[in-house]
């Protein structure tokens, strides 16, 4: 450990010596288990199979997700979670504008989020999903009398009672190493879990109705062309020519195509962007900031293949086991080591630039030709999955 990072850690250590373990989940059921997540919305849904693997241990206890106000529609409908608790903490997203030490100080004492919190009287148990000091210092104002954490990340350990150390593994895993930690053992898929209602799968089974080409099989296609970090999006005119080129390609097999750009208010330029660039004639639809974010969950479960950049979509499309092809590039330079924490086992595949004999990349971003390869070969892959009608499944990817 740094000395940056001792200097931080020894104040945690020295606050948990007045919040010694109270509680032991070993030996006793918990009443209520907090599991802290207030981060980006990726960060999220892969964490969401650890509700799952906690109920089963802990069939009586209430499962409470503390996390950032604009995650609640990933937990919406989840039959594992009893209690959703809004804490917009200003660390360890994008969503946060102000995460400067002053502002974390300032939360952690005087949030009114958290002065709700501790006015009940604290929680048996809690895991800081993230593995931080400053999620350490959280547990301990809310009066967790069993905390759990990461060792190796941003700290807080010291202020735990048990930790997972932190390795580069799938990120879904991980989190379930720390219901592992509890006791759990009937562990779910390392796999994204979002639960429809039938009204929702009705709006998106209609949506897509009107792009659907009569007496033709119609690849129903969800792009996303934005991410959270603008160095990690492909450019929009590059995004839209390989929309052309996959809208050509199903043409020229006979079927036609109905694409749809989605995401939030910020990708509208990006979603008008890459539609110009796909040149009139492209059946191209945007929905960027037009539609709920569950009505984005619905489209890509009712679709045949999504290409994403880096980003939620990524993860919304591998909770309904949906063929994804992620272009990476830009900021992310080592393709092997992201899809290795992010990336999943199947239906899913990435595109990343070419790489010269000494192993460095070519260009920024990977060539069109090959991601549109790659996004037909996928739908062929796994044409099963969806024989010509929209998907029935009920529930998650679990």
């Known amino acids: 450990m740094g000395w940056k990072n001792q200097l931080i850690e020894t104040p945690v250590w020295l606050m948990s010596r007045f919040y ?7 030996r006793d059921t918990p009443r209520e288990i907090l599991v802290l997540r207030p981060n980006d919305f990726g960060e999220l ?14 069939p009586s206890t209430r499962l409470i997700a503390g996390i950032g106000s604009w995650g609640r529609p990933i937990l919406e409908n989840n039959p594992y979670v009893d209690e959703i608790v809004e804490l917009d903490a200003p660390w360890n997203n994008k969503i946060v504008a102000d995460r400067s030490h002053k502002n974390v100080l300032r939360f952690l004492w005087s949030s009114p989020q958290v002065a709700a919190l501790r ?3 604290g929680f048996d148990v809690a895991i800081d999903v993230l593995g931080s000091y400053m999620g350490a210092i959280l547990m301990m104002r809310l009066g967790a009398r069993y905390r759990i954490g990461v060792r190796g990340y941003r700290g807080g350990d010291s202020g735990c009672q048990a930790h997972v150390v932190y390795a580069r593994r799938q990120c879904g895993r991980a989190a379930l190493a720390q219901g592992e930690l509890l006791g759990a053992t009937d562990l ?10 039938d009204d929702e799968r009705a709006d998106a089974a209609q949506r897509w109705a009107s792009g659907t080409v009569a007496g033709r099989r119609t690849v129903r296609v969800v792009a996303g062309v934005g ?3 603008a160095a990690k999006a492909w450019p929009a005119r590059e995004a839209g020519a390989a929309l052309a080129q996959i809208a050509q390609a199903f043409e020229q097999n006979g079927s036609a195509c109905d694409i749809v750009i989605v995401g939030s208010t910020a990708d509208r330029a990006r979603a008008a962007e890459a539609i110009a660039a796909a040149g009139p004639g492209v059946a191209i639809r945007s929905l960027a900031g037009d539609v709920p974010m569950r009505s984005t969950f619905a489209l890509v479960e009712q679709a045949d293949v999504v290409l994403t950049n880096s980003t939620m979509l990524m993860h919304v499309a591998a909770a309904f086991r949906r063929p994804t092809v992620a272009v990476l590039g830009g900021s992310i330079t080592k393709p092997d080591v992201h899809d290795a924490i992010w990336g999943y086992p199947a239906h899913y595949v990435s595109v990343a630039p070419e790489r010269s004999a000494q192993g460095e990349r070519r260009e920024e971003w990977p060539a069109v030709g090959r991601v549109v390869e ?10 099963p999955d969806k024989p010509g009608a929209p998907h029935t499944q009920l529930g998650a990817a679990a």
């Not at 779910?188 to 639960?195: K, S, V």
């Not at 790659?374 to 044409?383: G, R, S, T, Y």
């Open 45 to 58: 849904l892969t964490t969401t199979p650890l509700f799952d693997a906690l109920r089963k241990r802990f």
């Open 20 to 26: 010694p373990p109270r509680f032991d989940p070993l």
């Open 119 to 121: 006015a009940r009287g």
């Open 227 to 229: 991410a959270g970090v």
């Open 188 to 197: 779910p898929e390392a796999r994204p879990q979002l639960f429809l209602t």
């Open 374 to 383: 790659a996004l037909v070969q996928a739908v062929a892959a796994h044409e």
